[in-house]
């Protein structure tokens, strides 16, 4: 352009006029010294310094994109600044399939190297491995890859999914009675009645056609404010109750929780110096604000529910914990919790409808455990198989998680290798690519609940599967999401014959897993 525009002004002159140079004109060019000097003076200092910034960040990217050949560790090559997220960012993608996609790609390693933007993390996709470092080794995985600042955002770090170490065991410790198998039949009555509520409420809309997602949702919020906050969050009254709203917020795909949360795959000071939060500042005020309102209504009460509530009054008073540590736990199995079972209720009835044989199947079993009065026990819930590999199988085709993450705490030497897991680095466990193998799940895009018979586990590495984790950081509240789900089936199919409307939009997988 710049050629152009010379050459055009330079025929339009010469066109029009003759051109000679002036008596005046200095023809010899003499370049000084001292131009050279006044040039630094003025433009110097900032080249310099420009020339110094970029030298040192190619040093710093170009040791930054070697990080895992230097370790004699196989990888995918990196973007600059996005490493391999670059299909995330640009909404091509989301991490559960990007995660499916590369475990396939290096389906002949053990373990394989990413970047999350400029963070290297190893993602390791061998089973025996996996089993030496979510439990073996454990000792050298102790925390999550995804942390939390205390002096940055004190209530998520109080949580027992973000806290490190020695923190991590005393919550863990303390609220492990909470779901016991003794805990979950004690609840169960509770349970029941949140279920029998959510039938109700599909019966008064006259059979018309009704939002899974919403509908799983209000369930979900119903169990948790009864197991974490002891009250009914009337969700099958209202439209949209606050606690639903929360969970909704929460969750929501909207640029900003994408941007939040993309950015606690960096490292941690990138999360401190832009001062986020992982729970909003107006959520964490309304879940603190009511939990700490409830344990003062506990305490005039001359009996207790036994519950987190009461569990959580008697820690505060005997280890003088601040309201936001004791809030912090309440929010942390809302959370964990409402998004666990509202996704797999979904998923599961998604498919009981896409699948007639499977759906017929599961409410011959549910008949055939109904009381004298037509209703479930705890006993009954537990003891029905089909209905417990559905529970599995959908947990398999639709991890609530596509990944989990640890960061190693002690250097850590990979077995029968010399690779060295340095202190500091995230290990990724792709879950998605582990649930979708069709060496551990033939033909992994079928819903095929068969998949969980006793023969078939037997046949299969146990840690191929990881639903909720596995070792001392396995998912805490397994046991209440498991009973949750399987009862909000059992009442589902046992009054509903379940169909998909017209339109209804069929998930979509990689080409990679078919």
Same mark, same amino acid.
């Given at each position: ?8 002004? +330079?025929? #339009? ?23 050279? +000097? ?28 070697? #990080? ?6 196989? !990888? ?6 996005? /490493? ?21 790609? #290096? ?27 979510? +439990? ?51 609840? !169960? ?57 929360? /969970? ?22 990138? +999360? ?23 344990? /003062? ?39 964990? /919790? ?8 979904? !998923? ?29 026990? #705890? ?67 079928? !819903? ?67």
């Amino acid at each position: 352009m710049a050629l152009l525009i010379m050459k055009l002004a +330079v025929v #339009y002159i010469i066109r029009n006029y003759e051109i000679d140079v002036c008596e005046d004109t200095n023809i010899k060019v003499e370049a000084s010294l001292m131009d050279f +000097v006044l040039d630094f003076e003025m433009f110097g200092i900032e080249a310099l310094v420009l020339v110094v910034f970029s030298l040192l960040l190619y040093i710093l990217l170009r040791k930054n994109a070697n #990080y895992w050949k230097w370790r004699n560790v196989p !990888f995918e090559k990196p973007w600059p600044f996005i /490493g391999n997220v670059l299909d995330v960012v640009l909404l091509r993608k989301n991490m559960a399939i990007l995660m499916g996609d590369l475990y396939s790609k #290096y389906s002949n390693e053990r373990y394989f190297g990413v970047w999350i933007f400029t963070v290297p993390h190893l993602v390791i996709r061998c089973p025996e491995l996996l089993k030496q470092i979510l +439990v073996k080794d454990f000792v050298h995985f102790i925390d999550r890859s995804v942390q939390c600042n205390e002096s940055v955002d004190a209530f998520s770090a109080n949580m027992m999914f973000f806290s490190k170490d020695k923190k991590w065991k005393f919550i863990r410790t303390k609220t492990t009675s909470m779901f016991s198998s003794g805990k979950l039949k004690y609840i !169960f009555p509770q349970l029941q009645l949140i279920a029998k509520n959510m039938i109700s409420f599909i019966s008064k809309r006259n059979n018309k056609s009704i939002y899974t997602a919403d509908l799983a949702q209000k369930f979900s919020t119903e169990i948790i404010c009864s197991v974490a906050f002891g009250i009914d969050a009337h969700s099958f009254q209202d439209n949209d109750t606050l606690f639903t709203k929360v /969970g909704k917020d929460v969750f929501k795909p909207n640029l900003k929780n994408s941007a939040v949360s993309a950015t606690y795959f960096c490292k941690s000071y990138l +999360v401190d110096i832009l001062r986020l939060k992982f729970v909003d500042t107006r959520i964490e005020k309304f879940l603190t604000t009511t939990f700490m309102g409830i344990i /003062g209504e506990r305490q005039s009460m001359p009996t207790k529910r036994r519950d987190l509530v009461d569990l959580m009054a008697d820690f505060r008073n005997k280890y003088k914990l601040k309201d936001h540590e004791v809030s912090a736990q309440a929010a942390q199995f809302f959370l964990a /919790g409402y998004e666990t079972t509202s996704s797999t209720v979904t !998923f599961a009835l998604y498919e009981i409808a896409s699948n007639q044989d499977v759906q017929d199947k599961l409410r011959e079993e549910i008949n055939n455990n109904l009381n004298d009065e037509e209703e479930f026990s #705890y006993n009954a819930i537990m003891s029905m198989c089909y209905l417990h590999k559905v529970a599995l199988e959908t947990l398999r085709k639709y991890p609530v998680l596509p990944f989990l993450g640890r960061t190693c705490t002690r250097d850590y030497q990979i077995p029968n290798s010399n690779v060295i897991i340095e202190k500091g680095t995230s290990v990724f466990i792709p879950l998605t690519g582990l649930h979708w193998d069709p060496k551990h799940f033939p033909n992994p895009q079928k !819903f095929d609940p068969d998949r969980f018979s006793e023969e078939n586990i037997r046949a299969r590495h146990p840690y191929c599967y990881l639903p909720f984790g596995e070792g001392q950081r396995a998912c805490i509240g397994e046991r209440i999401a498991l009973i949750s789900i399987k009862l909000g089936l059992a009442h589902l199919v046992k009054n509903f014959k379940l169909e998909l409307e017209k339109g209804t939009e069929v998930p979509k997988f990689s080409a990679n897993w078919n």
